[in-house]
Nanobody, 133 residues
Framework: QVSVVESGGGSVQAGKSLELSCRIS????????VAWFRQRPGEEREGVAA???????AYVDSVKGRFTISADSDMATVYLHMNNMTLEDTAMYYC???????????????????????????WGQGTQVSVSS
């Protein structure tokens, strides 16, 4: 049974940094894609960053240059390092994982975009990030 567990959320002041971790168990695909999504109250879930086991990464424009997604060699743990945080980064952050298909890579990661939430079958419960001034 696949397990996805986020950790590292918390409260931070604007301009500071925070790192989230996502531990993924029993995802046995040879090629994997893992993404971080976030959701603010009353808003749609938004893709923040994604990484494939082929090394490709993608970011939403609002975090480019500030956030970095990385993973260990077998993608059992995926990190989201967030620098220079702003009030707009306040949200519930979710980790999502699934197979990296050729189509998913070509349509999204190869173009520098994040696959939609509907492309991921396995989700964590979320971790809250709050940025204050």
């Amino acid at each position: 049974q696949v397990s996805v567990v986020e950790s590292g959320g918390g409260s931070v002041q604007a301009g500071k940094s925070l790192e989230l971790s996502c531990r993924i168990s029993a995802l046995t695909y040879a090629s994997k894609c893992v993404a971080w999504f976030r959701q603010r109250p009353g808003e749609e879930r938004e893709g923040v960053a994604a990484i494939g086991s082929n090394g490709r990464t993608a970011y939403v424009d609002s975090v480019k240059g500030r956030f970095t997604i990385s993973a260990d060699s077998d993608m059992a743990t995926v990190y989201l390092h967030m620098n220079n945080m702003t009030l707009e980064d306040t949200a519930m952050y979710y980790c999502a994982a699934d197979r990296l298909t050729i189509g998913k890579d070509r349509r999204y990661l190869a173009l520098g975009t994040i696959p939609p939430a509907s492309d991921f079958d396995f989700w964590g419960q979320g971790t809250q990030v709050s940025v204050s001034s």
